[in-house]
């Protein structure tokens, strides 16, 4: 069983910066690309960015391009995100998952088998 841990959120103002962490168990970790999703309040789980399992291709929804950065370490079972120039829009639970072996969509919330319990990010105008 995998189980994912999401750590580091909290509230900023807007052009901050937040460093979010997810620890994961078992011993597979660097078999599997891991992605990051996060849900505002009355939206869809949406795409944020994906990073694959020997962290040499990422990829990233246009709206955090340029600003957010996704980085892996397999040696801690570790994925995380760095967040700068945090808008109010950022604002929404992050959800840390690991993706299926064989997908035909990266982006889609569907071709991810575990999730973390996520972490709130709150930003302020």
């Known amino acids: 069983q995998v189980q994912l841990v999401e750590s580091g959120g909290g509230s900023v103002q807007a052009g901050g910066s937040l460093r979010l962490s997810c620890a994961a168990s078992g011993r597979t970790f660097s078999a599997y690309a891991m992605g990051w999703f996060r849900q505002a309040p009355g939206k869809e789980r949406e795409f944020v960015a994906a990073i694959t399992s020997l962290g040499r291709s990422t990829d990233y929804a246009d709206s955090v391009k340029g600003r957010f950065t996704i980085s892996r370490d397999n040696a801690k079972n570790t994925v995380n995100l760095q967040m700068n120039s945090l808008k109010p829009e950022d604002t929404a639970v992050y959800y840390c998952?690991?993706?299926?072996?064989?997908?035909?969509?990266?982006?889609?919330?569907?071709?991810?088998?575990?999730w973390g319990q996520g972490t709130q990010v709150t930003v302020s105008s």
């Open positions: 998952a690991r993706r299926r072996a064989r997908v035909t969509d990266i982006y889609r919330a569907a071709e991810y088998d575990y």
